[in-house]
């Protein structure tokens, strides 16, 4: 037997192709997931049971069957939430089902999936999910390029703290300060099919009135699980050809080998490069590397990778430069993703040592400042700003010499600079976007959200009689009684207050959510429960609840995420009398 979900949209898609090819309309639909929620609307968590989910639908089922009302209204907006409920529990009470909703919603129920068995486990139709969002993502990157790039720009400030002429810096009001480097990279990847990808690469260079650039076309194909292999042909200062291929050799270990060969003005020069990495173990992986060619080097490196920081060694020994450079990097666990990091370098021509961090900014940009003070180089800042694929470096070169006051202001003046740009620029730039998605987003929803009131006056009205007699039921045995519950944009609870508008009356909902003098909500967002829905989009909600117990008054307030199970000693309130 076949498991059958099918839906007008899917059936318009074809008849014919693969099952993946099925899978590829509904799933790159870009349309808004719908924001039901079959567990908040059963008022059941995650982990409920078969007899949990069967208990929550009787329960609605004596509220909005349509045998239970008797006028004609009443009966159709009855019949259409039954028919709510009783699909939510048909998702729900079906394991295969279920899975797929667990792991895409509603979306992945409007799939024609009419090759997947029965027999199947969750488990089994989840490993199928998976290949076929890896097939997806595939067919997505035959469908655009992928640019990169890079802009570094040198800037030479050592004549602020170190003059080229000092007879000369009296009579000068300010120092020289120049750009000295400049280059530019930029790389667009090209995938021709599921397996083959072209590349097209080049660069600028420029330093000191004197340049040069290169430019690189490759074609990349994967041969396998295991491996792919790369042709490479460039100019620049001569043309060159290369090769290259990549092969997992066991389980944690793969090699890479890449082969070039250079024309120059005395002719050519061949090149080889051999990378071997093995995992040691969870975190830490070892790489050896052997060069020859023009700078032949062999070296090895340690890089040990954990949440909280990151670590990597390197010792390398080659002509004609040997060293050792070890960096050390500190995850903060917040939400701007920070990081700290400390670097050490010595070899062959002096040694360095540098410290900075960096942060991230937006959605989709890092910012980062990195002081570096070594022999020869002497004091250099540099600063990094990531954006989406783009990387933009500034290196300032502060003094020839290790100055303390140049070391001192090139840690200090970038961190007072970030704080002034974050306070008088970002901050408020970021405000402001804020707000005005919140407010494309409240009027793209707008429909939805006047349907869902509708739906929710009739669900309440549908409720009054169930209501009634659950009220009457608890106060004969002083049991449960939701005096009143306020849900949406609530205001600090001091003051009981809360913005116009944004919240709404739902003592009838959770009243009728009442059984054996309890009530019992899940960790699901409260605008799913029936009777409910959202009164302030995008924005932070939470629950207010004031009940009796025992003839005893009480206040709860939960956020909307939070599940909330009262009785409860909260807040209690004094009898007036």
Known sequence: MAFRVVSARARGAGQHGSFGSKMAAPMEDEDPVNSDDFYSLLNCPRTASQDELKAAYRRLCMVYHPDKHREEEDKQIAEK??????????????PQQRTIYDIYGK??????????????????????????????EE?????????????????DATDVFDP???????????????????????????????????????????????????????????????????FEVGAGEGLFWGLKGYRVISKGCWGQVSGVLQSTPRGFRP???????????????????????????ISTQV???????????????????CYLFATYTYKLQDEDESNFKVAAKAGTFGAMVEYGGEKKISTHSRLGAFVSVGVPTGVMVKVKLNRANQTYLFP?????????????????????????????????????????????????????????????????????????????????????????????????????????????????????????SKLILTETSKAGLPGFYDPAVGEEKSLRVVYKFHSVMHEVTVEDDQPLRIPKQSHRIPDPS
Not at 81 to 94: G, I, K, M, T
Not at 276 to 295: E, F, S
């Open 81 to 94: 939430l039954f028919n709510q409920v009783h699909r939510a529990y048909e998702v729900l009470s079906d």
């Open 107 to 136: 979306k992945g129920l409007d799939v024609e999936w009419d090759v997947v068995p029965r027999t199947r486990t969750p488990q089994e139709i989840r490993e199928e999910y998976e290949r076929l969002q890896k097939e997806r």
């Open 139 to 155: 067919r997505r990157l035959q469908q655009r390029a992928n640019p990169k790039g890079t802009i570094s720009v040198k800037v």
């Open 164 to 230: 080229y002429d000092a007879y000369e810096e009296e009579e000068r009001r300010f120092p020289r300060v120049e750009i000295s480097q400049m280059s530019i990279s930029q790389s667009v990847d090209m995938p021709l099919t599921s397996k083959d990808t072209a590349a097209l690469s080049g660069s600028l260079q420029s330093q000191n009135g004197m340049g040069g650039g290169t430019v690189n076309c490759s074609l990349r194909r994967i041969t396998s699980d295991q491996g792919w292999a790369e």
């Open 271 to 297: 090149g080889l490069n051999t990378v071997v990495c093995r995992q040691l173990d969870k975190n830490t992986a070892g790489y050896l590397v052997w060069r020859w060619g023009m700078a032949s080097s």
């Open 303 to 321: 890089v040990r990778t954990t949440p909280a920081s990151s670590f990597s060694a390197t010792v390398q020994l080659g002509i004609p430069v």
């Open 396 to 516: 300032i070169h502060l003094c020839h010499e290790i100055a303390p006051n140049a070391v001192f202001y090139g840690s200090v003046v970038p961190v007072l600079v970030y704080f002034a740009l974050k306070k008088l620029v970002m901050d408020p730039f970021l405000r402001r976007q804020k707000e005005e998605d919140l407010e494309k987003k409240k009027e793209s929803s707008m429909k939805e959200t006047l349907e869902k009131k509708r739906e929710a006056e009739s669900a309440v009205r549908l409720m009054q009689a169930t209501v009634q007699r659950i009220v009457e039921a608890e106060e004969a045995k002083q049991g449960l009684v939701i005096l009143s519950a306020w849900y949406g944009k609530l205001v600090a609870s001091e003051n009981r207050g809360a913005e116009p508008g944004k919240v709404i009356d739902v003592t009838v909902p959770l009243q009728c959510q009442v059984k054996d």
